[in-house]
């Protein structure tokens, strides 16, 4: 057993405003963030999915095992697989696997098995989580850490401007073998990254937030 070795906590930042007016602006940017499907095909440089992975990567886990992978996909032949492959599974979730109860609920977000952003956005972003270390050994918390990491993402996402679907074909399995990962890494979170087309509408009962009265109770 190494001794842990504990360093001063000097570059902690520290904003020039207060806590209240910090997150004011911060909460006007996150509120508006929207889950969007229709994407354009403008360009998003690699140097900005550098900075979002980075960023995603900077996020607490579980005994900073770090158990996510990205695998950032612009490949016009390789988004072709991927959407194929989606609507496949989409559509036998659409026709049989979802309950009548799932699919009442998805009913106002006028979703449907066709999934046309996955080859128009500049980037899809295949987010895998680490069943096991590269070096084989445990990891913690593996869901808790990868669901972070890609809130971090989501969140950096916004604050630059951009647009993000987080995207769950059902089931996933299809993205190991296309994308040919390991056996350690299963499939987490498909995220589209671009820019909404100009006549790009959201529906309205995803925008709808709860009351902070319903969210939060102080005791
Ligand atoms: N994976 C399907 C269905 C779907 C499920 C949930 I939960 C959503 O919030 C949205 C869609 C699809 O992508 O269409």
Request: hydrophobic letters at 40%; proline letters at 10%; one cysteine or more.
């Amino acid at each position: 057993m190494s001794k842990p070795v504990f360093v001063p906590y000097t570059d902690r930042h520290s904003p020039l405003v207060s806590p209240e007016e910090a997150l004011r602006a911060f909460y006007e940017v996150m509120r508006k963030r929207r889950s969007i499907r229709h994407f354009s095909d403008a360009p998003v440089p690699l140097s900005v999915i550098e900075s979002l992975v980075r960023i995603a990567g900077s996020a607490p886990s579980g005994a900073n095992k770090q158990p996510w992978r990205f695998i950032a996909v612009r490949d016009p032949a390789l988004k072709r697989r991927i959407r194929v492959a989606a609507e496949h599974e989409e559509r036998e979730f659409y026709a049989h696997r979802a309950s009548d109860e799932w699919l009442a609920d998805l009913e106002p977000l006028g979703t449907d098995p066709t999934k046309e952003f996955l080859e128009i956005a500049p980037w899809i972003l295949v987010v895998f989580k680490l069943v096991k270390a590269e070096d084989e050994s445990l990891v913690y918390y593996v869901n808790e850490s990868v669901g972070l990491a890609c809130g971090f993402l989501l969140a950096a996402a916004q604050h630059a401007g951009l647009a993000t679907l987080t995207h769950t074909p059902n089931p996933m399995a299809f993205l190991s073998e296309v994308l040919e990962r390991p056996k350690n890494e299963k499939p987490y979170l498909l995220i589209p990254i671009g820019y909404p087309t100009p006549n790009c509408v959201v529906p309205e009962a995803a925008i709808a937030r709860k009351p902070l009265s319903e969210i939060l109770q102080v005791r």
